[in-house]
């Protein structure tokens, strides 16, 4: 193993480099992705879908023209089904047939309707929970969810899922922190999503139902405008996504790791990767990207990417010292550190150039009795001598002043 000759300097300042680099990249949205995707969640049985397919709107047609009552005969049968908390995921803008059952219907207090920020509390004053059901859209998909939303007067009002989850019995701080919507693996072993007109119709197990929050919403592949793509990228409906927003809610929600920790953790990678030197940073670089996935199976979140680059910062100084060292190896005289004839030669055609505008002198040394040095004590003796010559020389040169070691015996300067 071998390490830069500055190692401690360039390990300080590839630290330093991957601090800073952390400030630029506090977050990773691709890997957080990758683990969501690759990491899903079990199915939490406490959240039922039922969804508003394409069976269902074959039989009771456009969804706008349905007489309200739809929705109070799958409220009887959720009641009756023992349902905890029931969220409708549609919005009833424009007055309907039904409306005065579905708002006495609504007054149940594990009733829950979605709004909107422009009108968090719904256009019709009904005496019910609202929730507002916006989700974040971020480059192009849904990654995350808020337990609150500030409507357009800047007053905080919690979101849909938010509303749920506390019906359940699991309350939730109410902030605009964004929160990751984690994906959800399928269980091929129950019914994903129940069918409105069988709830409706009460053709329904109960125990399906007993003690599960609901969510009722359009699922039907005919409504393309209620799906929206998701951190897979697959176009998932809007009421899937508010399922999965409230099991993400039942579960602890993620920390993210200290950024002073995660700061600390780059910069010593980074540190590590110049003073093992050769490949190790790319290991290094692994190692630090490997953090992420036990890290959030246990709930922490962690800047794995920048970790990962942090180290390669480290290699890449290892690299530059490399390079550098190489370059000037064809030029130094390995003994006593000073240039050899080729350095010489450069340094002379250079400045006789301008010798016109500054005057060049050169000055050889030549040690008497040299020889006799290495043939009483030794070449061991007389290789020392010339190191200690050579370090007397180069402390008493002046800034302009140069030091070559011309041959085995004569130091011209």
Known sequence: ?????????????????????????????????????????????????????????????????????????????????????????VLFDAPAPGDAALAQAVSWPGAVLASTPQLPQGPHGWNTTYGVASLNLESGAVRSFQTAYRSVDGQLWPSFSAQLARLAGVPRPLNTQPKILRYVAPDPSRLPVFSFRDVVNGNVRFSDLQNKVVLIGLTASSSPGNTFPDSRLDLVPGVELQARAVSSLFGEPFRVVAPWLSALICAALAALAVWAGGLWGFGLALLGLGLSAPLYLTGWLFPGVTASLSAIVGTAFVAAERVWTLRRLGSLDPLTGLGNRLAFTRAAEHRWNSRAARPLGLLLVDLGGFRRVNEVYGRAAGDQVLREVAAALRLGRTRRELVFRWGPTSLPC
């Open 1 to 89: 193993m071998t390490r830069p000759e500055r190692w401690p300097l360039a390990a300080l300042l590839a630290a330093i480099i991957a601090a800073l680099l952390l400030t630029a990249l506090p977050r990773n949205p691709a890997l957080r992705d990758v683990l969501n995707r690759n990491l899903a969640a079990p199915p939490d049985a406490r959240v039922v879908v039922v969804g508003i397919d394409d069976v269902s709107l074959r039989d009771y047609g456009n969804l706008t023209t349905w007489n309200r009552d739809l929705y109070v005969r799958a409220l009887t049968t959720l009641r009756q089904a023992g349902a905890r908390a029931v969220g409708i995921d």
